[in-house]
């Protein structure tokens, strides 16, 4: 008898017959012996049905309402898929993240877990229940509703299950695993049986979108077996993400093991800034204090004893940023000039293999410059080369990267 | 400076453009320096979406999820009501039934106050903020999310006024105050300027509709102040609910208020029951059990040593009350026959000038013979006089009681 977290994404839980579907593999599940917690996204479109009902209001709405608002989504779902297990004749009883309760810091919107209380799920968990848990949301120390931000539920699930010590987390989704990159751009794109979590890290931040990065990030902390599957079908073992690296154990693997990509963040830059100790911090602490996520960060010393320093952001995030800039920061630095652009993209090479081979660089290199593609920013990493292009050259990018390193399926 | 509680129902919140009526009105009493709490209800419409997705999933859902999913309806009417006042510039707050919190008991889908914790509130309040409320929803002593029922954001709003000692509750509907009768019904209606919490109590539990009962008998039981009020005309006072009896203050004054109505019950009648002490008890216990609440209870003594025992429950709940008299109840008592019938409806008059005053049970009869209108049930109190008839009969019977006693417009 394992204890399985199960993950399922909007899509998966976009109407009741999908709903009726996912308690029918928990049911199988439950068959086996298996204690299960499920761990349920909003219904797909609902999220985005609440923020616009949001914005009707307000443009910009208060974050913690938006909160209260958005975290309804999952709170409908789990309500649902409790009442399609009790259908089925299987014991279940749902949590909103509050009820939990998954205490989370007051960041509404993209708050981070701080503890969850695995108290009651163990008791139901112990009486044979299953336990239906809302992704996505949380609730701080004064009892306000939160939500991780997109894509959390991922990390509600990892998180749960590092929690409870489970066997396993598995993300359900409406691909059958991790691919080289995403078949919707290139449709040569292959399934990896397994990957390790640092690729993994990497392919998600990078935008794979497969899985929330944060997820990835507990996964690897608090040692989760996690496991991407497909919520269509019955069959497959999905991707496995591991612990081992693959650099070493098989010299015939490839070196890379995907291009991931991401046009979610804008580039903001500070031109002709002094060229003295303390600037970074001068420019990036107003913008953490606004709790502004930053991802890429670049710096170039000119000639002149000015240098320019470029950071990306979310691209809703850009004119915030922008705007704390000119404020804030812009006159006490005494900086030429700030610009934003959110007409970027992000496209990286990821391997543990990249490491011990010299090459990768050159190579993606010459592969974007025969195509004409003007490279932005270089950032790099043990595992990953990523380059800002202009977006419209995105898709091609992709496509002849992942020809150029020979990861098309069989 | 005064304390308001201001309940706005379904209609009054349907849809942004309404959210952002609402938020104008809060704002004008808060220009004229009143501390104010909204209580609002879910969107109209919502509540029956959420009810549908859960049927479609399972046709009697559980009691505990259908709350969870339902209490959302109010949820995000809460955050889009602080956000209207936020964007008007007035610093609001919203609170779910569990964050406040009200405190139930775990009767799900028609659970009960029994304590509010006023401590945010007040404290929100001396803040400044306008507190927005959800109706119809609190929490368990486990935590557990429970509705009170339809009509319960009445209840909410009334008990918050009392908890909070208020100096007025309103009531703001899509009338512009408590009528004779259904001006949908009978188009003479005429608004009433004040009633008595009596009457109110009768008409309300005789399904006029303006308010829900439970919240008219906590109403006078902390002898709130309580206002009926128009959400879409600017202009009028509404009808005020009184402590005060017109019995006696003017004789001038009509003998009958209004002609209630209700065509949500059905009648079950045990036949044949063996006429002894404790049979009432025996039948009801099991009801009262089951959480089903019963209206009119009429017993008649047959000439044969058996007794006809009826009774009225709300149509929902028919086919559960059958089944328990049947399992339960008609092998012990030796009942000859159990039945139901889902088809009545349930027409009132209602005046407090009727205990002085003979005549008018039989000047109602007579009415009702006349149009040979046939009665099932008669049941009495000192304000009112109530027959079951068969539905079909029922708006007939409305208009021409209306009539008979004289209560049209000038």
Redesign the interface.
């Known amino acids: 008898m394992a204890l399985i977290v199960q993950k399922y994404g909007g899509t998966s839980v976009a109407n009741?017959e999908r709903?009726?579907n996912v308690a029918k593999r928990v049911a199988r599940y439950r068959a086996m012996g298996h204690q299960i917690v499920v761990v349920v996204s909003a219904m797909s479109g609902e999220t985005n049905r609440?923020i616009s009902?949001?914005k009707?209001?307000?443009p910009e709405?208060?974050p913690?309402?938006?909160d209260?608002?958005v975290?309804?989504g999952e709170?409908?779902t789990?309500?649902?898929t409790?009442?399609?297990l009790?259908?089925l004749g299987i014991k279940a009883?749902?949590y909103?993240g509050?009820?939990v309760k998954i205490l989370t810091n007051d960041a509404f919107g993209k708050a981070r877990i701080l503890n969850i209380d695995d108290h009651n799920i163990k008791n139901d968990l112990n009486d044979g229940f299953v336990v239906v848990v809302a992704g996505f949301q949380g609730a701080d120390g004064n009892?306000?509703?939160t939500t991780l931000g997109r894509g959390g539920s991922d990390t509600t699930g990892v998180a749960l299950a590092a929690a409870l010590k489970a066997d396993e987390c598995q993300i359900y989704t409406d691909v059958d695993g991790v691919y080289t990159t995403d078949p919707r751009i290139v449709p040569e794109a292959r399934r990896l049986d397994k990957i390790t979590f640092e690729e993994m890290l990497e392919l998600a931040s990078q935008g794979s979108k497969v899985l929330q990065i944060r997820s990835v990030e507990f996964a690897g902390k608090y040692k989760v077996k996690l496991r991407v599957l497909s919520s269509f079908e019955d069959e497959g073992d999905g991707t496995l993400i591991t612990f081992e690296e693959n650099e070493g154990t098989n010299m015939e693997e490839p070196i890379i093991s995907g291009i991931a990509f991401n046009r979610d963040e804008a580039k903001i830059t500070v031109l002709g800034v002094p060229d003295k100790p303390g600037i970074a911090y001068q420019i990036l602490g107003p913008i953490a204090e606004a709790n502004i996520d930053v991802d890429m960060i670049i710096q170039n010393t000119g000639a002149d004893g000015t240098t320019d320093f470029t950071f990306t952001v979310h691209k809703n995030e850009m004119n915030k940023a922008l705007g704390i800039l000119r404020d804030k920061v812009q006159g006490h630095i005494n900086a030429r000039e700030i610009s934003g652009d959110d007409k970027i993209a992000k496209v990286a090479v990821v391997g543990v293999g990249m490491r011990s081979h010299v090459g990768i660089a050159s190579q993606m290199f010459r592969t974007l410059a025969e195509e004409g593609i003007n490279i932005q920013m270089i950032s790099t990493s043990e595992i990953k080369i990523a380059v800002v292009i202009e977006e419209k050259y995105m898709e091609l990018a992709v496509r002849v990267l992942h020809k150029a390193f020979e990861l098309e399926g069989e």
Do not use: F, W, Y
């Open positions: 009741p709903i009726r609440l009902l949001a009707e209001i307000m709405p208060d913690r309402e938006l209260v608002m975290s309804t709170q409908v789990i309500g649902m409790a009442l399609a009790m259908e009883k749902s909103t509050a009820q009892g306000n509703i």
